[in-house]
């Protein structure tokens, strides 16, 4: 049986230990700050970025993986007759699952492409469990049903600190914008069905506090099997956050991370995201 190995986009939420333990490649997006480009996980990392974008004179600008760099990948993993997993962010973010849809037609390599519909740690928690299914000797197809099954069991709320991002990047319109920074609008959103959707918006850091609290009380008497909180420089509420995680889910390890330059730029200072799944 030949041999499957997994590929993702840099967006991935995974940990350096991760990736060594199952051998996945990543396959890293970029990002131009005043007129330089930076790579992902090579010449930029995720701590490194938001006081790169603070001090940046424009917004930054993000683009995906040329197709070439997939077409590489995927010759280079395929070499020794291996299958290839190529797992990407959803659509509605980024075109990098057309990039790496069309490298499938430049190699010789059988690759299988999934969008997995989210982004950050649940996309992490997708790729990990369809790792376990692979080592465990499953099939793409056994890994790619376990990706769905953990996608259907996932959530991601995302609370943002301010729009100035969002209007800067024309995904709101500027007056919307500067009206809410005088009112001091904050944002919740949440990702389903491959898409943002605003899930509250409130004002001032009381409204975020109570829909988190809210959220949290959703996730009471579930079985929670993996939590992420992926952040740009928003320390006090991760660590309140965290706080009453632990005290919920003991047992359940949260990895904390500064989220990747590609969704930062997007997101804005401040912004703070939950990611979690559960076994049903």
């Known amino acids: 049986m030949a041999k499957i190995k997994i590929a993702c986009d840099s967006s991935a939420g995974l940990t350096d230990e991760e990736i060594q333990k199952y051998g996945i490649t990543i396959i890293p997006l970029s990002v131009m700050i005043d007129g330089t480009v930076y ?28 197709i070439g760099k997939f077409v590489d990948t995927f010759d280079e993993l395929g070499a020794d007759g291996s299958e290839v997993l190529c797992v990407t962010m959803m659509e509605s973010i980024s075109g990098t699952v057309h990039a790496a849809e069309q490298a499938t037609q430049m190699t010789k390599t059988k ?55 969002l209007v800067a990047g024309g995904r709101i319109n500027k007056f919307a914008g500067t009206l809410s920074s005088l009112l001091n609008i904050k944002l919740m959103l949440e990702v389903y069905g491959g898409e943002i959707h605003v899930a509250m918006k409130g004002r001032g850091i009381k409204a975020i506090h109570k829909e988190w609290a809210k959220i949290l009380d959703q996730m009471k008497g579930k079985k929670v099997k993996g939590i992420g909180i992926s952040h740009v420089q928003a320390d006090s509420e991760v660590n309140r956050l965290l706080g009453q995680l632990k005290e919920l889910f003991p047992n359940v390890p949260v990895v904390v991370r500064e989220t990747v330059p590609i969704i930062a730029t997007h997101t804005g200072m401040g912004a703070c995201c939950l990611l979690y799944y559960t076994e049903d």
Do not use: W
């Open 39 to 66: 790579v992902e996980r090579e010449t930029i990392t995720n701590e490194q970025f938001p006081e790169m974008m603070k001090n940046a004179k424009s917004l930054p600008k993000t683009s995906q993986p040329p």
């Open 111 to 165: 690759v299988t492409v999934v969008d997995c519909h989210t982004t950050d740690r649940c996309m992490a928690f997708q790729i990990l469990a369809a790792a376990k299914v692979i080592e465990n000797g499953g099939t793409v197809e056994d890994a790619v049903a376990k990706m769905k099954e953990v996608y259907d069991h996932s959530k991601l709320y995302l609370a943002i600190d301010n729009l100035d991002n």
